[in-house]
């Protein structure tokens, strides 16, 4: 683990080392090529997309679907890995609510688009009913506790999947050390820096060294309230999940700290958050004390590797989503929420909400 913490915290990065670098092929010919390589014509609305660019289709006849073009640099291994997740899936427990990938006209899940001097892969996937609980009110207890089931489910659904590329690199995991790299720190106010030092000091010298310990599995590792979606905005009904384009190899329990780092954004008591969720999980699948126990700094490395990765996006991308700027301030109020915890109380106030006697 330290070799690798050195080798992220020197690495010099770029744009395309990130990936944020959705394609903007023009719609006419997505269009053309969905109604030749999958047979459907319809109304086309563009959906936002870090990496791939995304389109609603409405078709003729009325069913949705979604388009997913991505961009040259993706490599086709991570887009296999995404592939066969949703097959297993849909293998292992064909009632979850997630994506089902349409075959083209061929019967092949993945089609090529040539442009602009490279290739594009292209996928077609049902599009799932409901709203991000984003675009709705903020969680109640009841609502994060389905969440958390839900998410015990998903990964119960994706145990035993492998895959060549589940360990390649991807920046959103937790566990890569990017959040020590030096040129991403360079980024951030100061005021920030000196808030996260203390948190990246433990996190090097005590977390990252536990978790090859933690047992592991892929996992969707992108289970937030934009990813989550809920049936409507008066109803907390878990309706899926979308978006499997951050799907790693890592600790089980990271799943959760990219949960919990999300809706914590919108809730005052971060204790009551972590116990709704953390409650749900383990009914459905018990959480160990190591994972509890690092539960918190896991998500406070969700959030700081969140905050560096929008100033990267910040100072490097022309058009960055809203989003991107106007939660930042929030992270940093988590940040100084979840850093100024007692540590072994809150730890210990999980535990026992996590036993098996506490379980709803």
């Not at 319809?42 to 078709?59: M, P, V, W």
């Not at 035993?160 to 040129?183: E, T, V, Y």
Request: some cysteine; charged content about 20%; hydrophobic content about 40%.
């Amino acid at each position: 683990m330290n070799s690798e913490i050195r080798e992220a915290r020197d690495r010099i990065l770029t744009v395309e080392d990130l990936r944020f670098d959705s394609p903007e092929l023009p719609v006419n010919l997505l269009q053309e090529f969905a109604a030749a390589h999958f047979a459907v014509t319809g109304r086309f609305e563009s959906l936002l997309g870090e990496r791939d660019q995304n389109f609603c289709i409405t078709s003729d006849d009325g069913r949705r679907y979604v388009l997913k073009v991505s961009g040259q640099g993706e490599p086709r291994g991570v887009v296999d890995f995404q592939v066969r997740a949703l097959l297993h899936i849909e293998q292992k427990n064909a009632d979850l609510p997630v994506p089902r990938l349409v075959p083209g006209t061929d019967g092949e899940y993945v089609q090529i688009l040539r442009s602009g001097g490279g290739d594009h892969v292209v996928r077609l996937l049902t599009f799932l009913p409901g709203l991000p609980y984003d675009d709705g009110p903020a969680p109640s207890p009841a609502g994060l506790h389905r969440a958390g089931k839900f998410l015990a489910r998903l990964a119960l659904a994706l145990h035993g999947f492998q895959h060549p590329s589940a360990r390649d690199f991807m920046p959103w995991d937790i566990c890569n050390g990017l959040i020590f790299n030096h040129q991403l720190q360079s980024m951030l106010p100061r005021p920030v820096l000196d808030l996260i030092r203390p948190a990246l000091a433990r996190l090097e010298g005590e977390v990252y060294p536990r978790l090859p310990s933690l047992r592991r599995q892929v996992i969707h590792h992108d289970g937030h309230g934009g990813n989550l979606l809920r049936e409507s905005a008066a109803s907390e009904g878990i309706a899926g999940v979308i978006d499997f384009g951050d799907m790693i190899e890592a600790p089980l329990i990271c799943d959760l700290a990219v949960a919990l780092a999300s809706f914590l954004l919108e809730q005052d008591d971060p204790q009551a958050v972590f116990v709704a969720i953390c409650q749900a999980y383990d009914s459905v699948t018990p959480l160990t004390a190591d994972e509890t126990d690092l539960l918190l700094d896991l998500t406070i490395a969700r959030l700081i590797l969140t905050f560096l990765l929008f100033r990267f996006r910040q100072a490097t991308e022309d058009n960055v989503p809203d989003f991107v700027i106007t939660e930042q301030p929030a992270m940093i109020a988590v940040l100084e929420q979840l850093t100024s915890l007692d540590r072994t109380m809150f730890n210990a106030s999980l535990r026992e909400a996590c036993s098996s006697d506490q379980n709803p």
